[in-house]
């Protein structure tokens, strides 16, 4: 489902990654560990098409992200990716349930209908935010906003699910729910999900743990 091969990037004048190999199949789930400042945000912004690498490629359920134009790949990222960003990346006025249901205004190709709706009621409701659906992020906690960017992953039944840092500020009721979503959702729809961490005691969970460290080569 993800598929990356020989994947160069750097930042002008500065940080550079070099991905030799990785791939997730569907239904797979596998973590990313490495130590802060090491390149696994700019790793998943790669593979979903938010920056466009040097070098190399990013093969996303068959198809290669560098071939498409800047719509194409907005499409496809709204309608076969589910990001859970590191900052949530939430839209300040909009209440938690449009929040949720972001990707259907953003992507060309989604319906926003009832069965949508009804979706991103029920992933709140899972997450125990159900009577906070009209609340904006800045009227909920730290933990709350990330379960609402959790949910806003989930509510198109992604192909890839990215996750990047997603369980860091829950505590550990709700970060068990997180990652029961999260695997729940990749063993239902056989999402591939891929998720950067440090939290080393969810590790176990994951089909396959890879050391970033091991993962990249010299640049
Ligand atoms: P991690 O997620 O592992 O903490 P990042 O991918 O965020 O690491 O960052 C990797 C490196 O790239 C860091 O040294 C960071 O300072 C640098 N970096 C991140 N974003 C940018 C950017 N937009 N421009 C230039 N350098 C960046
Ligand atoms: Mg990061």
Same mark, same amino acid.
């Given at each position: 489902? $993800?598929? $990356?091969?020989?994947?160069?990037?750097?930042?002008?004048?500065?940080?550079?990654?070099?991905?030799?190999?990785?791939?997730?199949?569907?239904?797979?789930?596998?973590?990313?560990?490495?130590?802060?400042?090491?390149?696994?945000?700019?790793?998943?912004?790669?593979?979903?098409?938010?920056?466009v690498?040097?070098? =190399?490629?990013?093969?996303?359920?068959?198809?290669?992200?560098?071939?498409l134009?800047?719509?194409?790949?907005?499409? +496809?990222?709204?309608?076969?990716?589910?990001?859970?960003?590191?900052?949530?990346?939430?839209? /300040?006025?909009?209440?938690?349930?449009?929040?949720?249901?972001?990707?259907?205004?953003?992507?060309?190709?989604?319906?926003? /209908?009832?069965?949508?709706?009804?979706?991103?009621?029920?992933?709140?409701?899972?997450?125990?935010?159900? #009577?906070?659906?009209?609340?904006?992020?800045h009227?909920?906690?730290?933990?709350?906003?990330?379960?609402? #960017?959790?949910?806003?992953?989930?509510?198109?039944?992604?192909?890839? $699910?990215?996750?990047?840092?997603?369980? =860091?500020?829950?505590d550990?009721?709700?970060?068990?729910?997180?990652?029961?979503?999260?695997?729940?959702?990749?063993?239902?729809?056989?999402?591939? +999900?891929?998720?950067?961490?440090?939290?080393?005691?969810?590790?176990?969970?994951?089909?396959?743990?890879?050391?970033?460290?091991?993962?990249?080569?010299?640049?």
């Amino acid at each position: 489902m $993800i598929a $990356i091969d020989d994947l160069r990037f750097a930042y002008p004048g500065g940080f550079a990654l070099h991905v030799p190999s990785l791939s997730v199949g569907a239904g797979e789930t596998v973590a990313v560990v490495g130590p802060s400042g090491s390149g696994k945000t700019t790793l998943l912004n790669l593979v979903s098409g938010i920056a466009v690498p040097d070098g =190399g490629r990013v093969t996303l359920d068959g198809t290669a992200v560098g071939g498409l134009s800047d719509r194409e790949r907005r499409r +496809l990222r709204a309608s076969s990716i589910g990001f859970v960003f590191q900052e949530f990346a939430l839209v /300040d006025y909009l209440p938690a349930e449009e929040n949720v249901l972001y990707p259907y205004r953003v992507g060309t190709g989604l319906r926003l /209908d009832r069965a949508a709706r009804l979706r991103a009621r029920e992933l709140l409701d899972r997450f125990g935010l159900g #009577a906070k659906t009209r609340r904006r992020p800045h009227q909920l906690s730290q933990g709350e906003r990330q379960r609402v #960017a959790i949910a806003r992953a989930l509510v198109t039944r992604p192909k890839v $699910i990215l996750a990047d840092e997603a369980t =860091g500020n829950l505590d550990p009721a709700n970060k068990e729910a997180a990652l029961d979503l999260l695997f729940a959702q990749a063993a239902e729809t056989g999402a591939a +999900l891929l998720c950067v961490t440090h939290d080393h005691e969810l590790l176990p969970r994951f089909d396959r743990v890879v050391d970033f460290a091991d993962l990249r080569a010299a640049a």
